[in-house]
T-cell receptor, first 112, second 119 residues
Framework: AQSVTQPDIHITVSEGASLELRCNYS??????LFWYVQSPGQGLQLLLK??????LVQGIKGFEAEFKRSQSSFNLRKPSVHWSDAAEYFC??????????FGDGTTLTVKP | EAGVVQSPRYKIIEKKQPVAFWCNPI?????LYWYRQNLGQGPELLIR????????DSQLPKDRFSAERLKGVDSTLKIQPAELGDSAVYLC?????????????????FGPGTRLTVL
């Protein structure tokens, strides 16, 4: 069975600083990987996804993620964080059709 | 384009009472999902519909939960009777018909959720 681990429950960064959120997955075949963002009181919004090809994928809002098969990781990065990036971030892996398994999320706080 | 609509946004009930949640997916999206998100956790799939057919309800607690998607558009999720442990956010999502990837890559669009509190 597939699983996702987000090791950091809570991360605090200063505005303008770089950000990296970690995601490790467990899946026997080629993974389909996603990062979602959830603002308070809102649903999840897709930031980016990886299926195949270039292991560095670009997403919306200036985010990118790198797939590393050898490390079973799909870490999310942003070079310069904005206060509006404060939210909860979820990594997910899709196994079968419609079967996405989500991590427990990382809450990002941005200091002014 | 309107997103996924859910109502109510908040619901507070006493245990043993029934409750229902409604979802209207994005127009043209054939696939509809119901998730439960407990505090501090990621969403967990309860049921997935392809048009009006429930194709995956393996995680739905069928003794108290039921769902329907009449005419393959709107959907209702019901709990009867509610228990204290059902307090959570119930999210609805929709996506277009699966692509050749077997559907794994389809982007899901989420509604804002219904926050249920059972007292």
């Amino acid at each position: 069975a597939q699983s996702v681990t987000q090791p950091d429950i809570h991360i605090t960064v200063s505005e303008g600083a770089s950000l990296e959120l970690r995601c490790n997955y467990s899946y026997g075949a080629t993974p389909y990987l996603f990062w979602y963002v959830q603002s308070p009181g809102q649903g999840l919004q897709l930031l980016l996804k990886y299926f195949s090809g270039d292991t560095l994928v670009q997403g919306i809002k200036g985010f990118e993620a790198e797939f590393k098969r050898s490390q079973s990781s799909f870490n999310l990065r942003k070079p310069s964080v904005h206060w509006s990036d404060a939210a909860e971030y979820f990594c997910a892996v899709a196994a079968g059709a419609g079967k996405s398994t989500f991590g427990d999320g990382t809450t990002l706080t941005v200091k002014p | 384009e309107a997103g996924v609509v859910q109502s109510p946004r908040y619901k507070i009930i006493e245990k043993k009472q029934p409750v229902a949640f409604w979802c209207n997916p994005i127009s043209g999206h054939n696939t509809l999902y119901w998730y439960r998100q407990n505090l501090g956790q990621g969403p967990e799939l309860l049921i997935r519909y392809e048009n009006e057919e429930a194709v995956d309800d393996s995680q739905l607690p069928k003794d108290r939960f039921s769902a329907e998607r009449l005419k393959g558009v709107d959907s209702t999720l019901k709990i009867q009777p509610a228990e204290l442990g059902d307090s959570a956010v119930y999210l609805c999502a929709s996506s277009q018909r699966f692509l050749s990837s077997g559907g794994r890559g389809n982007e899901q669009f989420f509604g804002p959720g219904t926050r249920l509190t059972v007292l």
